[in-house]
C-alpha cells in the first residue's frame, strides 16, 4: 500500500520509536516526493516515483503517458509494484507489492553528501528476457554503488505482451502507424522524466549513463540505435546482451501484428479494444495455456526506423562511448545442452547443427578426445552466442568514432556456484555481495571493487580508466583487440578468438530445420 506522506509519518512511532523515519522532501516538475536517508546518513533514498501514467484501461498498449501532477507530498519510500509477469526465473527475488499494470515507477539513490558539483548519473535497467523483472531485486539496489560517487536511477518497464503487443488496431490508432514496444518506450519516457528531474535532486541531466544485463542490455543496444532516445544519455554499458545482430533479425511489423491477431482469435476477440477490456489476468492465464511465443522488439518504423543491425551499419545510431562485455561461462553449453561433453557428441551435435557445412565447422574448432571435445564446444558456443555479434557490433558502433571498450567477468562465484554463469556479476557491479548468502571471499569482494570502480568511472568521464587500477585499452584502438579480464587482479588480453569471429562472418550459422 503506498501512504500519504501524513498517514506515513502517524505510523512511523508505531513501527520504531528507538530510530525514527528521517524524511526528506524534494520537488519534481510534477510534484513533492519524500524519501529517506540511510540510518548512517550516507545515502538518500527515493523509491516508487511514477514517471508516466498507469497504463490500464485505454491506456494499455499505448505509448506512455504524463503523470497527472499531484497536491501535497508524495511518500516515496517503497517500491512500486513491478511489472505483471509469471513466475519464470528462479534466482529473482522481488521486495514490492505484487504484480500490476500500475508498474510505471522509478527509483534513485545517492550520496547525503557529494560535495560541490552535479553527480553523474547512472541508469540501470534489469534483466529478464523482457518479460520478466523488477527494480526491487536486492541485487540491484544502489544504495552502495552510489557510494562511488554517482547519482543510481533505476525505472521498471511494461513486459511481455504489455510492453511488447503489435496488432493491425494499434497500428492504425497510432498517428506514428506503428505498434509494440511499449516497454522500450517506457524506458525512453523514464529517460526524459530524468532530463526534467535530475538535477532537483542533485544529478547532471547532462551526464546519463545507460547500463543494463541480458534483457536490460538487450535495451540498451536498442536505445544506442533509436532516434527516440537521441540526447537521452551519453555513454552506455551493456552487460551480456545486444538487440544487434550481424544480419537483420529483429520482427517485423507484419510478423509481429500476426502473433497480436493470433492472440485476439485464441481468446475469441477480433479488435483491440475487446483485448484491452479484458483482466490482465485472463490474458495472461490464455497464454500459458496457449503460447504464442516471446513477445519482444519489433521494427515498428517508429522507434526503430528500420532493423537495428541497419542502423547500425548505416551510422544512424547515437555515437557514445560503448562498453560491452559477457562472463566467462555465458554460452558454453549452447552446442551440447544436457548431453556429455564428449568427441562423439560434439561431432554429432556439430553434424546436426551445421549440417553441409559440418567440416568447416569441426576444422575451424577442432577436437581429437573427449577433452579437447569439451572445450571445442564451449569455445562455439560462447562464440555463436555472444562473442561474433558483440564484434560486429562493436566495429559497427567504432565506426562512427565513438570509443568502445570490451570485458569479460572472470571471478569466479563460490560454492555451490562455482562458475562464471549468466548474471553472476550483478551483485559485483552494485557492491552487494550481501544480498545473496553465499561464502563470499576477500577476492570476491576486491573483484566487487574493481568492476564498480570501472563502471563508475566510465559512467564520470567515459574512461573506464583511473587511478589505482590498470589501464584499459579501447578494444578496436589501431586495429587491436585487447579485452579486460575482470577479477581481483584485472588485466587486459588480446581477443584470441577474432578469428573464429572471421570464419563465422564467412560461414553464417544455417537456420534451425
Not at 483482466?279 to 517508429?302: N, Q, R
Not at 566510465?458 to 586495429?479: E, H, I
Request: hydrophobic share 40%; glycine share 8%; with cysteine.
Amino acid at each position: 500500500m503506498r501512504y500519504p506522506a501524513l498517514a506515513l509519518l502517524l505510523l512511523v512511532p508505531l513501527v520504531s520509536r528507538a530510530q525514527p523515519l528521517h524524511t526528506v522532501q524534494t520537488r519534481t516538475a510534477e510534484g513533492v516526493v519524500e524519501g529517506v536517508v540511510s540510518a548512517d546518513n550516507q545515502v538518500r533514498t527515493f523509491k516508487g516515483i511514477p514517471f508516466a501514467a498507469p497504463p490500464v484501461g485505454a491506456l494499455r498498449w499505448r505509448p506512455p503517458q504524463p503523470v497527472v501532477p499531484w497536491q501535497g507530498v508524495l511518500s516515496t519510500i517503497h517500491f512500486g509494484p513491478r511489472p505483471m509477469q509469471e513466475r519464470v526465473f528462479d534466482d529473482m527475488v522481488f521486495h514490492d507489492e505484487g504484480p500490476s499494470e500500475d508498474c510505471l515507477y522509478l527509483n534513485l539513490w545517492m550520496p547525503e553528501n557529494h560535495g560541490p558539483g552535479k553527480l553523474p548519473v547512472m541508469f540501470w535497467i534489469f534483466g529478464g528476457g523482457l518479460k520478466a523483472g523488477s527494480t526491487s531485486e536486492p541485487r540491484q539496489d544502489g544504495g552502495s554503488l552510489c557510494k562511488k560517487g554517482v547519482l543510481i536511477v533505476t525505472a521498471n518497464y511494461r513486459l511481455g505482451v504489455f510492453g511488447f503487443l503489435a496488432h493491425p488496431d494499434l497500428t492504425r490508432e497510432s498517428p506514428e502507424h506503428a505498434s509494440g514496444n511499449y516497454g522500450l518506450m517506457d524506458q525512453i519516457a523514464a529517460l526524459e522524466w530524468v532530463r526534467r528531474n535530475i538535477a532537483a535532486f542533485g544529478g547532471d541531466p547532462d551526464n546519463v549513463t545507460i547500463f543494463g544485463e541480458s534483457a536490460g542490455a538487450e535495451s540498451v543496444s536498442a536505445l544506442v540505435a533509436s532516434p527516440l532516445a537521441k540526447g537521452l544519455f551519453v555513454r552506455a554499458i551493456a552487460e551480456s546482451g545486444t538487440v544487434f545482430s550481424p544480419e537483420p533479425k529483429t520482427a517485423t511489423l507484419a510478423k509481429a501484428e500476426a502473433q497480436g491477431v493470433a492472440l485476439a482469435g485464441q481468446m475469441g476477440k477480433t479488435t483491440i479494444e475487446e483485448l484491452r477490456a479484458l483482466p490482465a489476468k485472463e490474458i495472461m492465464l490464455s497464454l500459458k495455456t496457449h503460447p504464442l511465443g516471446d513477445f519482444k522488439e519489433v521494427v515498428d518504423g517508429y522507434l526503430f526506423p528500420m532493423d537495428p543491425s541497419l542502423l547500425y551499419a548505416s551510422g544512424a545510431q547515437n555515437a557514445v562511448p560503448l562498453l560491452v562485455g559477457w562472463n566467462r561461462d555465458e554460452g558454453r553449453n549452447w552446442l551440447f545442452g544436457k548431453a556429455a561433453p564428449t568427441l562423439a557428441n560434439y561431432k554429432d551435435s556439430v553434424r546436426a547443427r551445421m549440417r553441409d557445412k559440418a567440416d568447416l565447422w569441426l576444422k575451424e574448432y577442432p577436437a581429437a578426445n573427449d577433452d579437447q571435445a569439451a572445450e571445442a564446444g564451449a569455445s562455439l558456443g560462447v562464440d555463436i552466442e555472444l562473442g561474433y555479434k558483440t564484434w560486429k557490433w562493436l566495429a559497427a558502433h567504432a565506426a562512427t568514432g565513438a570509443p568502445v571498450y570490451r570485458y569479460r567477468f572472470d571471478q569466479f562465484l563460490p560454492p555451490p556456484v562455482n562458475g562464471v554463469p549468466h548474471a553472476a556479476e550483478i551483485e559485483y557491479v552494485f557492491r552487494v555481495l550481501y544480498s545473496r548468502s553465499l561464502p563470499w571471499t576477500d577476492a570476491d569482494h576486491q573483484a566487487s571493487e574493481v568492476i564498480s570502480t570501472y563502471w563508475t568511472n566510465f559512467a564520470k568521464t567515459g574512461n573506464p580508466s583511473g587511478a589505482g587500477l590498470p589501464d584499459w585499452p579501447q578494444y578496436l584502438a589501431k586495429g587491436g583487440y585487447p579485452i579486460m579480464h575482470l577479477e581481483p587482479k584485472p588485466h587486459a588480453e588480446p581477443d584470441s578468438h577474432v578469428g573464429h569471429y572471421s570464419f563465422l562472418d564467412a560461414n553464417p550459422l544455417p537456420p534451425k530445420n
